[in-house]
């Protein structure tokens, strides 16, 4: 199982969502996981690097639902280290 960290901005993010908004995340998140366990993600996550941030991705959850993240150093051997940096809409990627 990874493990994972959120920053003070995405927790900030997700207050802000609906409850509808954070369990459609939720649901995403289950899929990420399983797929990173797989070493490959699904298209319909959209998961890509963030233009013109080196190390920042991108995961969309919603039509208009973005999450961004980058790898961590690994807590535990062989498990990949997430750490949530922003959530919401298109407008995360001014500071993603």
Do not use: C
């Not at 959120?6 to 997700?14: A, G, K, S, V």
């Not at 319909?44 to 919603?62: D, F, I, K, N, Q």
């Amino acid at each position: 199982m990874p493990t994972h960290d959120e920053t003070e901005h995405f927790w900030r993010d997700y207050d802000a969502l609906t409850e509808a908004e954070k369990r459609s995340f939720e649901r995403a998140v289950a899929k990420f996981v399983h797929d990173l366990r797989i070493g490959r993600f699904r298209r319909g996550l959209r998961v890509r690097g963030v233009e013109g941030h080196p190390g920042v991705y991108e995961m969309t959850w919603a039509p208009n639902g973005r999450a961004t993240f980058q790898y961590g150093e690994p807590i535990r051997e062989g498990e990949p280290h997430i750490i949530w940096r922003r959530i919401g809409t298109h407008a995360i990627f001014q500071q993603p």
